[in-house]
């Protein structure tokens, strides 16, 4: 339930970003995970997955970055690191 909670707030960040960018379309998205954020890349992404389908990052390419830095101050984090937007 979590990730469902993480993942509607992290859609309408980059649903925000294409939209200041006059863009309804996302190509790629790179975010990062910490440490200890408790959740695998592989869990991520298909959560990512489901949660894009039928917004403006629909099909994006997704860049996980897993940190390993434990005493990190972002180690518990997911990070929104860049969105790359298709220009009109």
């Known amino acids: 339930m979590h990730e469902l909670t993480l993942l509607k707030g992290l859609m309408s960040k980059i649903e925000a970003i ?3 960018n006059n863009s309804d379309m996302v190509l790629g998205v790179t975010v ?8 695998s890349a592989d869990h991520f992404r ?8 039928g917004t403006v990052a629909d099909g994006a390419a997704l860049t996980i970055r897993e940190l390993t830095d ?3 101050p972002q180690a518990q984090e997911i990070i929104l690191e860049s969105v790359e937007v298709a220009q009109e």
Do not use: C, N, P, Q
């Open 46 to 53: 298909d959560h990512f997955d489901h949660a894009a389908v």
């Open 18 to 20: 294409a939209k200041e």
């Open 70 to 72: 434990m005493s990190d």
């Open 32 to 39: 990062r995970l910490g440490a200890l954020s408790h959740i």
